[in-house]
């Protein structure tokens, strides 16, 4: 699964441009196939790490309507829902994600695409889930 980048760290120049030559070449792919999964992954990533939040928004609402029971789309649709600052869409995203079996709870309290949802008074209640899965689990 493709990482979800870290917005903080400010890309060079020439990072800028790779990634522009990749977002191109991806770009093409999708067009060609439209439901190539690993391709959107890749796209969507790409918009977002180059500030493109709208575009990588688009690609995970895609993915999840491609893998609609994939905890980890959801996941990243959060993030993108979070960058965005639709935080009701975060949080449903984000709880359909932890329902599905998303476990990795110390990302979560870490993610910094998740740092906006973190602030919104919505977090309160998927800390509250998670504390429950996390005694459920042990």
């Known amino acids: ?30 067009r060609r196939a439209p439901d ?17 939040l709208d ?10 309507q491609l893998q609609p029971d994939d905890p980890m789309t959801h996941y990243n649709l959060a993030c993108s829902y979070s960058l ?9 995203a984000l709880e359909r994600a932890l329902n599905l079996g998303y476990y990795d709870f110390k990302w979560l309290a870490k993610d910094p695409d998740l740092s906006n949802l973190r602030r919104h008074p919505l977090y309160k209640r998927i800390r509250d889930k998670v504390r429950s899965m996390q005694i459920a689990v042990s």
């Open 1 to 30: 699964m493709p990482y979800k980048p870290n917005l903080r760290k400010k890309l060079t120049r020439q990072e800028q441009r790779d990634l522009d030559v990749e977002i191109d070449f991806v770009e093409g792919i999708v």
């Open 36 to 52: 190539y999964i690993e391709a959107l992954q890749l796209l969507g990533d790409g918009y977002t790490k180059r500030g493109r």
């Open 55 to 64: 575009e990588g928004l688009r690609i995970d609402e895609r993915l999840a």
């Open 84 to 92: 965005t600052e639709r935080f009701n869409s975060a949080f449903s």
